[in-house]
């Protein structure tokens, strides 16, 4: 039995087009955007045998996004994934979308059990969520982009990927407690 109560802006938001829904609107092409750039962004080598591709810098918007498009449409931020994987497909190449479909599937359950089963704050779930996500989002995407295109499952494309996810978190989670948590204290 699910402990989800859906708050009122989520119900509110299902009446609005698409394009009334901000964070939805940026979570469906940020994803297709991001894998497609894995497939020509350029290799930097910081130190020998650490290369990394400079896309991972901006991985984690895409997790602190998908925390707030869940909060504009609750568990219909499943169908707005699958819209980006669709055009991922298109954009990026069918092994990409998988690859990608893959590691937002490990995520997504992972949020969606953090909204769903626990009633921390929401910058305390936005950063939970971050934590144990990142590592397995970014392992399983990174793997699957290794089978397109060499060299992307290293350990600097690994680290830097994790750290950017979680400092796109620590961001969003300092903005958050500051803001939309105060208000509700």
Known sequence: MSTYSEPAEISESREKPIWAIPFTLVYVLLIPFINWSFTWAPMWELLPGWAFNPVTIVTGLVLVVRDFAQREIGHNVLIAM???????????GKELALASGAAFAISEIIDWAMFTFTKYKLSTRVLVSSALAAPLDTTIFLYGAEMIRDNQLTVPNVTISIAGKMLGAFVIWWIVRRTIDKSKA
């Open 82 to 92: 699958a819209i980006a994987l669709m055009l991922t497909a298109v954009f990026a």
